[in-house]
């Protein structure tokens, strides 16, 4: 279903008339509707299904593929959450937890999630490109769901951020209260 609607966007890029200077949605549209109808109808009639069925079916995606996009960003942001806040405790000079440290870590934690949000956006879409085969998502775009939950993929990257954070100051603050011992 997806190849057909992928194919139907080729088709509109190809006789839209993109590149012209006198491009027209209304226009673009039509032409791609009518080769998705035409490539449905047949895929409707080799797979014994309804054209609504394929059309219902273009909106649902997998949700595995959107959970390891997830998770696989969630990953790399804590790896880079975690330099940053080892280097802000470790600036901040032998007095581990003081003030200035905890405004860093905050000031930080809300330009990391910010970034984050933007950066995994951008990660949702390549691995979408990855997945589709093919660099125009054109209106597909919207169908990502990272798009429709920013605020809480904010406050989830603040939380990683605060986590990986709290996790750096107790390794740091055990390390500068361990006696050193003598060679």
Request: hydrophobic share 45%; charged share 20%.
């Amino acid at each position: 279903m997806e190849f057909g609607e992928d194919l139907a966007i080729r088709y509109m890029d190809a006789h839209a008339r993109t590149r012209s200077g006198q491009f027209q949605w209304a226009d673009a549209d039509r032409i791609r509707n009518q080769c998705a109808g035409k490539l449905f109808s047949a895929i409707a009639a080799t797979h014994a299904v309804t054209p609504p069925q394929i059309m219902s079916s273009l909106g649902r995606r997998p949700p595995e593929f959107d959970a390891a996009v997830v998770m696989s960003f969630a990953l790399l942001y804590a790896w880079a959450t975690s330099t940053i806040s080892r280097r802000i405790w470790r600036r901040q000079g032998r007095e581990i937890g003081s003030v200035g440290g905890v405004v860093m870590i905050a000031y930080a934690s809300l330009a990391a999630a910010g970034a984050g949000v933007l950066l995994g956006e951008q990660w949702a879409a390549m691995m979408e490109d990855l997945r589709l085969r093919n660099g125009h998502l054109s209106y597909r775009l919207d169908r990502i769901p990272w798009t429709h939950h920013r605020l809480e993929l904010f406050i989830g990257a603040l939380a990683i951020f605060w986590l990986v954070s709290a996790i750096q100051y107790r390794t740091l603050s055990r390390r500068t209260q361990q006696p050193a011992t003598a060679a």
